[in-house]
């Protein structure tokens, strides 16, 4: 009688945590000066904390499923909402873009958006397209 299969999924089954192990955490701005600058860093499953300030936009997911979250993230603590602020400087931009097919755990939490002047999206872009 072959065992192979067992053994196999067996082995499957133990690797699945080894990759939920391998998600990083970019602190901004303890770690990473910019949001941009992490996300080009991150790769899918990786963690984007930021802490209270005032963050230039526009930021772009550039296609990776990746969260970015303010201190409320973890905490849970809404206040922190109000002094994390990604702010578009009336750029013509939206402030968030989620363009490249990103999916549901691409996460954007935790954040004031301000100052976004476009005919696109203003705060949050998103082209399911």
Do not use: W
Request: proline letters at 4%; a negative charge; hydrophobic letters at 40%.
């Amino acid at each position: 009688m072959r065992r192979y299969p067992v053994c196999l999924l067996l082995l499957a089954s133990m690797l699945l945590p080894i990759e939920q192990i391998r998600a990083r955490i970019f602190e901004i701005p303890n770690q990473i000066r910019t949001i941009q600058t992490a996300i080009d860093r991150a790769e899918d499953s990786d963690t984007i904390l930021v802490h209270p300030g005032t963050y230039d936009g526009p930021i772009d997911y550039i296609g990776k499923d990746i969260v970015i979250g303010s201190l409320m993230l973890t905490t849970g603590n809404r206040a922190y909402i109000d002094s994390t602020i990604l702010d578009g400087r009336q750029n013509g931009r939206s402030v968030v873009i989620f363009r490249q097919f990103e999916n549901e755990d691409a996460v954007l939490m935790g954040f004031t958006l301000q100052n976004a002047i476009t005919d696109y999206g203003g705060g949050i872009y998103i082209n399911e397209s």
